[in-house]
């Protein structure tokens, strides 16, 4: 009896948070795959902080800023529309809320479309992930970051699947809150990677 009683504080405080045991586990997830992306921030850092030399990415011959900006501009938009579609499911608009679903996932697509075009075009002109330091270390980031773009993708088409089956509405949203959870955090770590990676200059070192 006491140990129900013990027990009970802590899931009505998360019940009144609106901490479901699955927004719950999407949380532990996000804050265990948060560390990976942190490692691979400080081996970034401190790999090019030791660099004698690193490459200017504002030199066009090296990486192209502008595309990858509109890149970016598209997974913020997708950020949006995510947003769009829960809120439709909690007003029970269940075909906006799979269109806004549909316009987010698209959105996905074109991001990872958009940075295979990349790749191919850096590989062209010779800088393949085994060149050099910065190589190795650009396509770590971005590759794994491309990793839960696709995870995210295909999760959403999940959802998708289920909002256009009639299994979510305004009694039953909770899914589409926890991908937009996952969507969100990756939004968020690609922001961090185009300012690191993108657009803050080499200081301190030479550049080309």
């Avoid at 990793?147 to 909002?163: E, F, N, P, R």
């Amino acid at each position: 009896m006491s140990e129900a009683l013990a027990v009970r504080p802590g899931r009505d405080a998360r019940r009144a948070l609106g901490m479901t045991p699955g927004k719950f586990a999407m949380w532990a997830f996000l804050a265990s795959d948060g560390m990976g992306f942190v490692g691979l921030f400080a081996a970034y850092i401190a790999t090019r902080l030791h660099a004698d030399w690193w490459p200017d990415p504002n030199n066009p011959a090296v990486l192209n800023v502008d595309l990858t900006a509109l890149n970016t501009f598209i997974l913020v938009c997708s950020s949006v529309t995510m947003v769009y579609a829960l809120q439709a499911c909690r007003e029970d608009r269940i075909r906006a809320c799979a269109g806004y679903l549909g316009l987010t996932i698209l959105g996905g697509v074109s991001f990872l479309g958009i940075q295979v075009y990349e790749y191919i075009h850096l590989a062209e002109s010779g800088m393949v992930p085994w060149e050099d330091n910065f190589c190795a270390t650009f396509y770590s980031l971005t590759c794994y970051h491309g990793l839960h773009v696709l995870s995210g993708v295909i999760y959403l088409t999940c959802i998708l699947i289920g909002t256009l089956r009639g299994r979510y509405n305004s009694k039953n949203y909770t899914p589409i809150e926890i991908v937009g959870l996952f969507w969100h955090f990756v939004d968020l770590v690609w922001i961090l990677l185009f300012t690191f990676i993108y657009l803050l200059r080499p200081l301190g070192v030479e550049s080309f």
